[in-house]
């Protein structure tokens, strides 16, 4: 299984995002930002990059054959096969 290095910063950053706390984290020195992700996930930010390390090489991009519809995959890309799909139209709506 292939796995990829995550930046700290990049990871720190991605916890900020998911936990809604860019001004609290910005404006307070000592702000704990793997704690208040603990907190609100139960996962550790070592998990978390274990988890994505994992997952984003077997990202990929592709469209029905038959409808051109557009997907986000998770692949075993070896086997060449999705195991996970969703359609880019519900990740890019707003709504």
């Not at 936990?19 to 020195?29: K, L």
């Amino acid at each position: 299984m292939k796995k990829v290095k995550i930046h700290p910063i990049d990871l720190e950053e991605l916890m900020v995002y998911m936990t809604e706390n860019r001004e609290e984290y910005e404006a307070n020195d000592n702000f704990d930002i793997h704690q208040e992700f603990f907190d609100k996930y139960e996962i550790t930010s070592e998990q978390l990059e274990n988890i994505l390390s994992i997952i984003l090489p077997m990202v990929d991009v592709g469209s029905s054959p038959i409808t051109d519809e557009k997907y986000l995959f998770l692949a075993d890309k070896e086997n060449k096969q999705a195991l996970l799909k969703i359609s880019l139209e519900q990740i890019i709506s707003k709504k």
